[in-house]
């Protein structure tokens, strides 16, 4: 009987069985895994081929959700969402998606088409094909052409300045053009 990397002999039975030699097996040296460095969005980029962002959560295309956003990361829409979004980041509306409610973020990215209110603390971007129907108040704002907006707009104002009233001849709507 033979024993794990044995051979018996085949001229004598009962023999001892003769030791196999065993050639031994290179093995390449493990190696860690090369990491791989998320690619980020370049303003040369259409919004719709943008690679994620670290600590980005997307609502695909095709999907609907109704209900509310709260949190710090960013948030890229590109399916329809109803409801309120509360974000401490950016957050982009992809062009072909749609949001109908409020929005609260940082920046806001519009691509494609909000119904509701939007307050960004830091700047809203309008791409050509952005729309809102709706009131904005950012700290600034950009508009591509071929955008469309409709609703009151306020921007350029540090925080605590839209506070402040009016002097009272601009509230009455009588203040002379300079």
């Known amino acids: 009987m033979a024993l794990f990397g044995q051979q018996a002999r085949k001229d004598e039975p009962g023999a001892k069985p003769e030791?196999?030699?065993?050639?031994?097996?290179?093995?390449?040296?493990?190696?860690?895994?090369?990491?791989?460095?998320?690619?980020?969005?370049?303003?040369?980029?259409?919004?719709?081929?943008?690679?994620?962002?670290?600590?980005?959560?997307?609502?695909?295309?095709?999907?609907?959700?109704?209900g509310k956003i709260e949190g710090n990361g960013n948030i890229r829409v590109a399916g329809r969402f109803k409801g309120t979004v509360n974000v401490k980041g950016e957050l982009t509306i992809e062009p072909g998606a749609a949001l109908d409610g409020e929005v609260k973020a940082e920046t806001v990215l519009v691509g494609g088409e909000v119904r509701g209110h939007i307050v960004?603390?830091?700047?809203?971007?309008?791409?050509?094909?952005?729309?809102?129907?709706?009131?904005?108040?950012?700290?600034?704002?950009?508009?591509?052409?071929?955008?469309?907006?409709?609703?009151?707009?306020?921007?350029?104002?540090?925080?605590g300045e839209l506070e402040a009233s009016p002097p009272a001849d601009v509230a009455s709507g009588s203040a002379p053009l300079r």
Do not use: C, H, N, Y
């Open 19 to 66: 030791p196999r030699a065993e050639t031994p097996v290179e093995r390449a040296p493990l190696s860690a895994p090369t990491p791989v460095e998320p690619l980020r969005r370049t303003e040369d980029k259409p919004m719709s081929v943008m690679q994620p962002k670290p600590s980005e959560s997307v609502l695909a295309a095709g999907l609907t959700i109704e």
């Open 120 to 159: 960004a603390k830091s700047r809203v971007e309008f791409k050509e094909s952005g729309t809102l129907i709706g009131d904005l108040k950012a700290g600034s704002l950009t508009v591509a052409a071929g955008s469309k907006m409709r609703g009151k707009v306020e921007f350029g104002w540090k925080e």
